[in-house]
């Protein structure tokens, strides 16, 4: 018998479930808000689509960013984060909603009085559908060899009703009246004036009101591909999943009577945590340009971010066209301009976000960058031109200007391979296997005691102390008869202390100037068959040796703990060893 849809829809019978409980939640409160902004699906042939190109950017930072910050930014503030912008590449800037404040109004006479615009910039202000709002608006650039000047109202119905309390056919002619006022100062502003038209709410309007506003507006300004229309499609509060934006947005792209005279634009919020997946989609779907902001600030849980779309980018193999080199640099300046921290985890930027704590990410992590570093030398090229492929890390941190150093950092979570690792970048210490797994050890009893990250200093610190402490011993090159092995010497030392020793491992190489020796040697010692290491850190390779060696004796207690010197070491002579 076919199973009725409620049997379907139950969750599977497994003894292992316990069966959750109703929440007591007041769920009858939601789910039917904006459910006049669905639209059926299309063919959904978007779903497939790769990413071909980077979109246009539009940066949004000093407008909806700045609308939405406690303390909005001053003509200081605002010309730092709009340099930066420049700076990235931006071509097409939202400067402000000039007729909101003096402030606001000053920035852009500032920008456009002084010459502060590039002449490949484009420099865009904001207006709501008021008359006086507007011709403050045109006010603002007047001057300017170009500008686009941005007429934004809501169109979805509890806007309608609440907010405007005006009908549908009142909203239509509130888009008419304001572009005809447009389209009349434009024409005797003189400089080159472009428009941009946002349906606010478009996300939750009835899709066939929204598509009949937004040719009334293309056909008032005369939308062509020479004088193309901005028309920019906002979840202005993001209420669906990503794929039902781009059902929407491809239900215009598909429907709007001068399409090749508008450059379809997006402006996705992030109120579901899906913003960056919308504009994606929505790209896929036939948008051409993105407004957003770096890191995503903006109203409520913010706009979308474009250094992670960008970046998205990037690590697919596509050029983003925006210069995200040096993403720490631009990190500070958007957290001074903005007042606010980017968070820990926020893609790209974060500060633990290229961070492994974990052992098997360390250990993955780890032996990536070393496969890298064979492939380079191998081909006598820099790691940096060679494709990137380490595990756990989506892109190469440095060309985002971020360093190798807070790659893997070290707690109770971390293994040996993380620890290693630590050693070898910092110190380019290359620990044999077996003696990796025992400092592992080490360093988890200290974790297991503070229940802290063990800083890269701490280990360095607890590794030469559990392996290169000769104890009270000193060591001293003698003049002798040539021929004479020191390690001989104290093998003969441990023998005279009633302790059978052979050494049965010894490799050695030349250490960085970071660990203040010139030659590394790691000694295995089977001290009564047991293996114990020792590592010796010296200024020449002879030295090393001798000094691992009555390390691992030391730690094996083959010698008297905490006196002596090794006596008749023969050699040339190399001052303390
Ligand atoms: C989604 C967005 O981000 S839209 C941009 C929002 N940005 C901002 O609001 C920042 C700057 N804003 C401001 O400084 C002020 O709101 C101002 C100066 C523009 C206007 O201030 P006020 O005249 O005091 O109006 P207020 O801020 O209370 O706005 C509410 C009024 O605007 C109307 N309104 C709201 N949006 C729009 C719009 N896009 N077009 C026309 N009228 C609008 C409302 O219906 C309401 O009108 P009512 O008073 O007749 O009921
Ligand atoms: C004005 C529009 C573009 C906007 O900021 C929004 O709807 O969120």
Known sequence: MKASSSENDRPPKNPWWNPQQPSGMPVHRYGGAGARGLVEPGTRAWLDRPPGRAPLWSSVDLRDGNQALANPMDLRRKREMFDLLVRLGFKDIEVGYPSASEAEFAFVRHLVTGGHIPDDVTITVFTSARQELIDRTFEAVRGADRAMVHLCHATACLWREVVFRMTPSEVMALARQSAQHMV????RAGGDIRFEYSPETFNVTEPEFALEIANTVAEIVEASPERPLTLNLPSTVEMHAPHVFADQVERMHRNLERRDGIILSVHPHNDRGTAVAAA???LAAG???VEGTLFGNGERTGNVCLVTLALNLLSRGIDPQLDLSDIPAIRRTVEECNEMPVPDRHPYAGDLVFTAFSGTHQDAIAKGLRHLEDRAAAAGVPAAQLPWDVPYLPIDPRDIGRSYEAIIRVNSQSGKGGIAHVLRSRWGLDLPQELRVELAG????????TAAEVEPGLIWDTFRAEYCDMGGWACFAQPGPDGDDPVDALLTLAREHGVHAEVDH????????ATGAAHACYARVLVDHQPVWGVGLAPTPRAATVRAVLSALRRGGAVPADSGCVPHLAGPREGAL
């Not at 009349?184 to 024409?187: F, I, M, S, V, Y």
């Not at 010894?506 to 100037?513: C, V, W």
């Open 280 to 282: 994606e989609y929505a």
């Open 442 to 449: 080490v360093i988890q009893r200290l974790t297991d005691v």
């Open 184 to 187: 009349r100062l434009a024409d």
């Open 506 to 513: 010894l490799t050695g190489a030349a250490a960085e100037p």
């Open 287 to 289: 948008a051409d340009r």
